[in-house]
């Protein structure tokens, strides 16, 4: 068969893996809500616990404490695991974080009573937030390079660019839905964001679960990519996975540092706003995302400048190269 010829999702052995790409996409969209919905959670304790800006950066922490603790397991299990069970097991951690937030919530209701402090309560939440971030690493390893082999090599970094598209998407979405339950009140007007905070990410669970199922029947091939560069003749022994793991060898793309972007815009957002002015809470009330309209219509530029950056990848590429080359293009 003529590589030229080829689609973008069909492997050189002649399989179509468009759904498989489908599937692997979702990855990107469920870790965008749930970087999301963290900034809003922030902004929620602060209010209800009655933290100041510098406590409730525990949030953060717990979150990207997350994925310091399994960013080197994550790449070594992933090898040993393969795609597909790599995956799974990455989403049933996050379904177990998100499960986790019935009983912290729990936790939490036992605050009004005495029956706990506050900062007992800060901590059970946090550490769901810590569990979930783990499970978001192994996705975040296994699929930014997974999709840059679902096809032929030619098209990789468009593949790349075009499921980290996704994540725009889910970072609309992410504080919305975050708001509406965190910042929910009853017909009184009284908060009830502390009884419902466990609903989305019960939600993201739930979800999570229903993707491993599909991920466990559909087929996802663990596709090895030929050492170009054999680095792996030039490791020493036993040492070619610390080198450079097979799943950032996959196509040649550079890596993004799992949760690398998302710390650094959700630390800038929340910490050098003035105080006020990043009141997510309020800006719910009456449809009030729409007073961020110019915040809001820079994330759908951005979703939009991907799509039209994935079209220009593929196809208005170098001449008789068509595409960006996957070995120098950066995905993100």
């Given at each position: 068969m003529n590589n030229d010829k080829k689609g973008l999702f069909i492997t050189d052995d002649g399989q179509n893996l468009t759904f498989t790409f489908i599937l692997v996409s979702s990855l990107f969209f469920v870790w965008a809500v749930c970087n999301g919905m963290i900034d809003v959670m922030d902004?929620?304790?602060?209010?209800?616990?009655h933290l100041s800006k510098s406590q409730s950066a525990w949030v953060q922490f717990a979150h990207y404490l997350g994925y310091f603790l399994m960013s080197m397991p994550a790449g070594w299990l992933a090898t040993k695991l393969g795609y597909k069970r790599g995956i799974i097991a990455g989403l049933l951690l996050v379904a177990m974080g998100g499960f986790w937030f019935i009983p912290a919530t729990s936790i939490n209701a036992m605050v009004h009573t005495g029956g706990v402090s506050p900062n007992m309560a800060f901590v059970a939440f946090l550490a769901g937030v810590c569990v979930i971030a783990t499970g978001l690493t192994f996705l975040e390893t296994i699929a930014n390079p997974y999709t840059t082999v679902l096809g032929t090599k030619r098209y990789a970094a468009t593949r790349i660019n075009l499921a980290q598209s996704c994540n725009g998407v889910g970072w609309i979405f992410g504080p919305i839905i975050g708001s509406v339950y965190f910042y929910s009140?009853?017909?009184?007007?009284?908060?009830?964001?502390?009884?419902?905070?466990?609903?989305?990410?019960?939600?993201?669970?739930?979800?999570?679960?229903?993707?491993?199922?599909?991920?466990?029947?559909?087929?996802?091939?663990?596709?090895?990519?030929?050492?170009?560069?054999?680095?792996?003749?030039?490791?020493?022994?036993?040492?070619?996975d610390v080198v450079e793991p097979v799943f950032q060898r996959q196509g040649r793309v550079p890596r993004r540092e799992p949760g690398a972007d998302e710390a650094n815009g959700q630390l800038h957002g929340e910490r050098m706003?003035?105080?006020?002015?990043?009141?997510?809470?309020?800006?719910?009330?009456?449809?009030?995302?729409?007073?961020?309209?110019?915040?809001?219509?820079?994330?759908?530029?951005?979703?939009?400048?991907?799509?039209?950056?994935?079209?220009?990848?593929?196809?208005?590429g170098p001449r008789g190269r068509p595409g960006l080359d996957p070995r120098t293009a950066a995905p993100f």
């Open positions: 902004k929620h304790f602060q209010e209800e616990l009140k009853n017909e009184a007007g009284q908060s009830t964001g502390s009884q419902n905070l466990y609903i989305p990410y019960v939600a993201v669970a739930a979800a999570a679960i229903g993707i491993a199922v599909i991920f466990y029947f559909a087929n996802v091939p663990d596709i090895k990519a030929p050492d170009d560069y054999r680095l792996d003749d030039a490791a020493p022994d036993g040492l070619e706003q003035p105080r006020g002015a990043y009141d997510i809470g309020r800006q719910v009330e009456l449809y009030g995302l729409l007073r961020h309209r110019v915040g809001a219509a820079a994330i759908v530029a951005l979703v939009v400048g991907r799509y039209a950056r994935h079209w220009l990848s593929s196809a208005h």
